[in-house]
């Protein structure tokens, strides 16, 4: 489905970009009104890849119901900061993924990989030519 598409149809757009010369402010003024005024944005990849001025005007002037973000363009967001006076805005300071589970599932996994490392049979390698 192209983009432009999938902008107006959505109730919901999650960003899972990587931030790049190509995908700064891949969300820009016109992207953004494309989206229904009853549609939610929700950023939990790099604050840079929506332009935010054009996001403030968009959820200021009910254009979107308004977004949720885990990221911003300056971090920690400075105390003044526009987005901070957004009633539409759900913010939370870039670690909204980290529930009581994933740590401990994040731990478990650590545990589990020394002691696959330790048996000889190492597992979730980043550079798996080095084990050998």
Partial sequence: MPLEELLRESDIVSLHLRLSADTQGYLGRDRLALMKPTAF???TARGGLVDKQALIDAARD????????????????????P?????????TPHNG????????????RAVENVQLFLEGRPRDLVVP???R
């Fill in 62 to 81: 009910k254009r979107i119901a308004g977004a949720a973000l885990d990221v911003f363009h300056e971090e920690p967001i400075p105390p003044g900061d």
């Fill in 41 to 43: 944005l929700i950023n």
């Fill in 97 to 108: 993924g980290m529930t009581r589970e994933v740590i401990d599932s994040g731990i478990l």
């Fill in 129 to 131: 030519h080095l084990a």
């Fill in 83 to 91: 987005l901070l006076a957004l009633p539409e805005l759900v913010l």
